[in-house]
């Protein structure tokens, strides 16, 4: 694999969103980038509340702390060269404490933070009972976002649609433009004809971010569904961890059951092939050039 780049390479995501759509997989770990990164994906999402699932063992409910997704991004960037856009949750606290997790998000690797408007604590964006705090206030983080970054870029969204309705949802995101977030994201739409008004009210004023959640309240489109639509940047925030907690539940059945992985072995890595994935052989090569004489 690659060695991790030194920046945070807000200019390739840039220079990838340029050529949209930019089909973005979410990741919680360093062996979920380095594993993306092999399959060749341009750049990667740190979910929040893959974070709260692999992590904490908790729904998306706000337990996370900034520190905690700042040690994921680091070791995440240690691992790979991707841009990678972190979920910035609500910015862990008023302007001025959005101005902390920007730098240190900043440090640690982002190449661009989603930051959103929902009231502390937060819900992942597609459970009900949301709160929201005033629309001025987010554009007053916004900008002390942009004021504290130094090349990573801001996506401001917007969890109104649930709370507010799909009219201020749109108004609320024309004012995070006005304010200079460098995407939008309306989370939650419910529809086509609201992934469609998204579009229209944005195109060629502001690249536009869209969220795939499997079982959430937006309809599931591939990337170049919603690329033609007009969206610049789609993830697939949760996948992964699904996926995963899927296949964990069966070998751990399959184990409690068995008594032995044997059962299991045609759906798993076994050892040599683990560590071809994670490129032993090459670091250890790569230490033996420092060895002394």
Known sequence: ????????????????????????????DALSAAMAE?????????SGAA?????????????VAMTEMADVLARIRERVALPIVIDGDTGFGNAIGVQRTVRAFERAGASAIQIEDQAFPKRCGHLRQKSLIPAAEM???IRAALDARDETLIIARTDAIGVEGFAAALDRAELYREAGADLIFVEGPESDEQLAAIVERFAGQVPLMANMVEGGTTPIHTAAELGAMGFSLVIFPGGLVRALSWA?????????EHGTTDPFRDRMFNFTELN?????DAILAKG???DGV
């Not at 992590?55 to 998306?60: F, K, Q, T």
């Not at 964990?248 to 409690?256: E, P």
């Not at 071809?276 to 032993?280: A, M, N, R, Y």
């Open 276 to 280: 071809q994935l994670l490129g032993t």
């Open 51 to 63: 974070v709260a699932y692999t992590r904490l063992g908790s729904p998306d409910i706000g337990l």
């Open 38 to 46: 092999q399959a060749g994906f341009k750049a990667v999402y740190l």
């Open 248 to 256: 964990a539940q069966r070998y751990f059945a399959s184990l409690a």
């Open 1 to 28: 694999m690659p060695a991790p780049s030194p920046t945070t390479c807000p200019d390739d995501l840039l220079h990838l969103l340029r050529t949209p759509p930019l089909l973005v997989p979410g990741v919680h």
């Open 288 to 290: 033996k050039l420092y």
């Open 139 to 141: 554009a007053g983080k």
